[in-house]
């Protein structure tokens, strides 16, 4: 595909990919080499998690649509080849999470999609977008299971940087952009829109009263997850693929 042309976005908002029966097949061997190679992409590309994970879901029978869809991220990247992180110096030691979810866009089972991304200073070290395995009833209760996935992967990080550099941090800060999830992590009384969620998913209550997790408010225009959990239009995804942490080391350099 070197001849083809470049597009700025990896995945149009009204692409609907779902597990269909009719439509043509294609070769499954080449759709998941392909899978595989974008996969490894997404060790230093987090603005691809959304598309590569939505595109993963259909590699038992993948279809014509489903290929081209493939064969868009590709021409995204041909254009952004360039693209990357800088990590740099400054920026404290401080690890700030962001969680995100999606309520029922761009699934047939009904199920939302996760979105997390932390940061080290100012530089993304780790990020994912998840099916999340259980069906939501609200956007409330699926953000609220998002930030249960990113209140574990806090306290996983925690741990680990304590054993390689001895550091200590009293808290991390997990931000949501849900009032609703938020007054559900923080109230310990079961009622009546909480008390149908899966036991396991209360365990960030747990972590926010021992003090482990700080849960903050964080509006929708400065949720960085929001990338990780949509396919967005093409002005908001490159602000938000910036705000990410994603940028043209080619004119980065320039500048330098």
């Known amino acids: 595909m070197m001849e083809s042309n470049d597009t700025k976005i990896p995945m149009d908002p009204g692409t609907k990919l779902v597990k269909a029966e009719d439509g043509n097949s294609v070769d499954a061997t080449y759709y998941r080499s392909l899978i595989g190679s974008l996969r490894y992409l997404l060790h230093t590309r987090p603005?691809?998690?959304?598309?590569v994970g939505l595109l993963s879901r259909f590699m038992q029978d993948p279809k014509d649509h489903h290929l081209k869809a493939i064969k868009q991220v590709i021409r995204y990247i041909k254009g952004t080849k360039e693209h990357g992180i800088i990590y740099k110096k400054e920026g404290g030691c401080k690890i700030t999470g962001y969680s995100?979810?999606?309520y029922g866009?761009?699934?047939d089972q009904g199920k939302g999609t996760t979105g997390i991304v932390f940061y080290f200073g100012e530089s993304p070290i780790t990020w994912c977008t998840q099916k999340q395995p259980t069906v939501a009833l609200s956007s409330c209760e699926s953000e609220f299971m998002a930030a249960t996935g990113a209140a574990c992967q806090a306290l996983w990080?925690?741990?680990?940087?304590?054993?390689?550099?001895?550091?200590?941090?009293?808290r991390i800060t997990l931000k949501v952009d849900n009032i609703s999830a938020i007054a559900l992590v923080r109230n310990p009384v079961f009622h009546g829109r909480s008390k149908h969620i899966d036991i396991?998913?209360?365990?960030?209550r747990e972590c926010v009263e021992n003090g482990h997790i700080n849960v903050e408010h964080v509006s929708g225009e400065l949720q960085r997850a929001d990338i990780l959990t949509k396919a967005l239009p093409r002005l908001k995804?490159?602000?938000?693929?910036?705000?990410?942490?994603?940028?043209d080391l080619g004119r980065s350099n320039d500048q330098d």
């Open 47 to 51: 603005d691809l998690s959304y598309s």
């Open 100 to 102: 995100d979810s999606s």
């Open 105 to 107: 866009v761009n699934t």
């Open 157 to 170: 990080l925690k741990r680990l940087l304590s054993e390689i550099t001895g550091w200590d941090e009293e």
């Open 200 to 204: 396991r998913y209360h365990f960030i």
């Open 237 to 247: 995804f490159v602000t938000m693929r910036q705000m990410l942490g994603v940028q």
